[in-house]
């Protein structure tokens, strides 16, 4: 988490770096800061809040900035409480630096700086950086970042400016990520390139401990050993509009809009003579036929997609898939072997949980194969097969079009390993790519249907807490409706099995509780239509999602969802589209900042 910035070249510079800063903000909303050289000194403002709310307002009362070279930052808090003294940049004139990561052993370098007569001021993990990095400095920046980073342990992207080598910034990165943008007579830093992309679409990918120098000149990399490297230059395919709000009021009604788009993106390339081809990845079929086992890993959405992965692989092809939570799966010493197919679910491609998943299974000796939508990006880079979702990028915190694909991607998994395994013969592999490549027409007209959600906001945006219900493919779904309601809605929500209320859980209804029941599988649908009833029986309010021509006692439902139909297989590209819309009309009606709701930033790169 955290966004981190940086511009070396002939242009003023505060504007550019905060506009870069507005591009990353959806990485984390505590507080924002830059620190400009301006004259012979470094000149920091920072300000805890948005960035319209804490920095713009502080700098329009700093007139005649000029500086050409400059560092920003966008927080999301870790180590010490959102605050104007826990912003970055951090230093103390001599040097000073953003960061996005966590120092491991932040304690023991506070302990031996203090020993070293220095004071602290912030209760961060990245002061103790700054002040390592101002104790190792006699003149030569690179020999102090080489000193000091031999002393850091945990995970880190920093900018760093030495107030005695103007308008030059150093760039550094373990873990966390970091691009560095190469634009005419001017360089960037930025922590994906969606920051930079109205400058240049230019960029290079930092590993691991290579050092970045960027002036006026341009840039130079380094190693650990101060040698210089040769790094290739990449291009940004994604454009500036795709990371604009376009005309929406929020990003996550665009990404909504979008969803058909990605989708088609994702399955076509993949579609040959209607069937499915992973050669870009190397997965071939009889690698597919050998595996003993097919895990799933991932964290929140992703994992979510996940869940109807298993689902489909396993009733189409017949084939056991264990998914798991990134975050458990990395302490639960999991049996995975050699003989083993891990795929791994990111959005962002640097949710910390899901690389180490990916680190330990490549460990274990397991094949590896990343679902990922951001190029570039670690997972994408360390795994051993990637295969690239194509949403474009996703700026909402609350991941819609990104779960979408993913959800798509599940479907060409399960009908190509399916064909593999002779579990379904190539007319009715053909059958179902067909279907799957008509989808998103269908999902559009589901978009369409606005005020049917907002009549169903409207019902529920008083409510305490809700529950979510469905059976199989509809209970991942449910999983999911939920998680968006929490995330920007605050309201709580729970998603269960249908069938399981029963054991415990229908105690929490009462006439408060609106239940919306996911139907969308016709040969579960009485039993879910029973269920109904049994909450209904207890005062709840149903909202009742499932296909247009299902007939139900009206009696036990208070408002219908109806979904255009499909082969039910194919219902969750289409189910989660009113899950969505009711979770985003139900946070617009309470006022909640649906972009980026309280406590949350988009990538997760802490543990
Ligand atoms: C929910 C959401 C999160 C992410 C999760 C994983 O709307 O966005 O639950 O799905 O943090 O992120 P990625 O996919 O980037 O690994």
Not at 90 to 103: A, E, L, Q, Y
Not at 584 to 596: E, F, I, Q
Request: glycine share 8%; proline share 3%; hydrophobic share 40%.
């Amino acid at each position: 988490m955290c966004g981190i910035v940086g511009y070396a070249g002939k242009e003023v510079c505060a504007d550019i770096l905060v506009n870069a800063l507005k591009k990353l903000e959806y990485r984390g909303y505590d507080s924002a800061g830059i620190a400009l050289f301006e004259g012979d000194r470094i000149k920091t403002v920072k300000a805890m809040g948005k960035i319209n709310d804490g920095l713009v307002p502080k700098l329009s009362e700093r007139k005649n900035l000029t500086a050409t070279c400059g560092i920003g930052h966008t927080r999301w808090a870790t180590h010490g409480e959102p605050s104007d003294v826990n912003s970055h940049p951090i230093g103390n004139g001599r040097v000073s630096i953003v960061h996005n990561g966590i120092i491991e052993n932040y304690r023991e370098l506070k302990k031996f700086l203090v020993s070293k007569g220095y004071g602290f001021e912030s209760e961060t993990d990245t002061e103790t950086v700054a002040k390592l990095l101002d104790f190792y400095y006699e003149g030569d920046p690179l020999e102090a970042i080489y000193k000091a980073l031999n002393d850091i342990e945990g995970a880190y992207a920093l900018s760093i400016i030495f107030r005695e080598h103007k308008n030059r910034i150093y760039a550094v990165r373990k873990e966390s990520p970091l691009i560095i943008g190469a634009g005419k007579g001017e360089s960037f830093i930025a922590s994906d390139v969606t920051a930079i992309l109205e400058h240049t679409r230019e960029y290079y990918l930092l590993e691991h401990h290579e050092i970045a120098v960027l002036d006026e000149n341009g840039i130079k990399f380094y190693d650990m050993h101060g040698y210089d490297i040769e790094k290739e230059l990449q291009t940004a395919t994604w454009d500036i509009t795709a990371a604009q709000k376009g005309g929406y009021e929020h990003f996550m009604l665009k990404e909504i809009a979008e969803q058909p788009s990605a989708i088609k993106n994702t399955l076509s390339p993949r579609i040959k003579d209607g069937l499915v081809d992973f050669s870009e990845c190397g997965l071939t079929d009889e690698k597919i036929r050998n595996y003993h086992n097919i895990y799933i890993v991932g964290c929140g959405s992703a994992m979510h997609s996940g869940l109807v992965g298993k689902s489909l692989i396993e009733s189409l092809a017949r084939t056991r898939v264990t998914v798991e939570i990134a975050s458990e799966f990395r302490y639960q010493n999991p049996l995975v072997t050699e003989n083993d197919l891990v795929i791994i679910i990111s959005q962002s491609g640097e949710t910390a949980d899901t690389l180490e998943a990916l680190k330990l299974s490549r460990r274990l000796g397991a094949d590896t194969l990343a679902i990922v939508n951001v190029v570039g990006s670690s997972i994408a880079r360390d795994a051993d097969m990637v295969m690239y979702t194509n949403a474009g990028p996703e700026i909402s915190v609350c991941s819609t079009k990104a779960y979408a694909v993913q959800v798509a991607f599940m479907y060409l998994l399960a009908v190509k390993v399916a064909f593999v395994k002779d579990c379904i013969d190539a007319g009715y592999c053909r059958e179902l790519t067909e279907q799957l490549l008509q989808i998103p027409g269908v999902i559009q007209k589901c978009i369409d249907r606005k005020e049917d959600y907002q009549f169903v906001a409207s019902k529920i945006m008083s409510a305490k807490s809700l529950l979510y219900i469905g059976r199989g493919l509809d209970h991942a779904l449910s999983m999911e409706g939920s998680l968006k309601l929490k995330e920007i809605s605050y309201i709580h929500s729970e998603a269960y099995a249908a069938g399981e209320l029963k054991h415990g859980t229908i105690s929490l209804i009462t006439e408060d509780t609106p239940v919306i029941a996911v139907a969308t599988q016709r040969r579960l649908f009485d039993k879910m239509t029973s269920n109904v009833k049994e909450c209904k029986t207890r005062g709840a309010k149903i909202v009742m999602v499932c296909h247009e021509d299902m007939t139900m006692d009206e009696s036990c439902v208070d408002y219908k969802i109806p979904l255009p139909s499909v082969n039910d297989l194919l219902m969750p590209l289409i189910t989660v589209v009113p899950l969505q819309m009711i979770a985003y009309y139900t946070s617009v009606y309470l006022g909640c900042d649906v972009d980026m709701p309280r406590n949350l930033a988009k990538s997760v790169t802490v543990e």
